[in-house]
């Protein structure tokens, strides 16, 4: 039985950032968008996504992860403190699981479709 997700990143994890080694053993699969439901909060050092219907196609790295990558994934994202791990949608029509922000995000600026490391 095969245990694993797909799993979407948005933020730290992609390739080049800070905090991407915590995706290691994870294989890369692809570049992704999402539909656009999405949109994408600055949280200061890191993004947070938050879905509404009058969103944006966010960009991303999709990547293959097993159950207990995903926990530790779940444990280093803090779900569900401050995310929560939950289904994302893909504008090719797949889906993915997504880290969404789960705080209060009507006062917080919002990032372009692509986030890039500061």
């Not at 991303?60 to 280093?76: I, K, M, N, S, T």
């Not at 922000?101 to 479709?113: F, I, K, Q, R, S």
């Amino acid at each position: 039985m095969d245990a694993s997700v797909d799993l979407f990143v948005y933020g730290t994890l992609k390739r080049g950032c800070r905090n991407h080694r915590v995706l290691h053993p994870a294989v890369f699969l692809r570049e992704a968008w999402t539909k656009p439901l999405y949109l994408m909060v600055d949280c200061g050092s890191y993004p947070g996504l938050v879905r509404t219907e009058a969103g944006r196609a966010i960009c991303g790295e999709l990547y293959r992860v097993d159950a207990q990558l995903l926990a530790a994934l779940d444990a280093f994202e803090d779900v569900p403190h401050e995310f929560i791990r939950a289904t994302i949608e893909l504008q090719n029509g797949l889906t993915a699981q997504a880290y969404f922000y789960d705080g209060e995000a009507a006062h917080l600026p919002l990032c372009g479709a692509v986030w890039e490391e500061r």
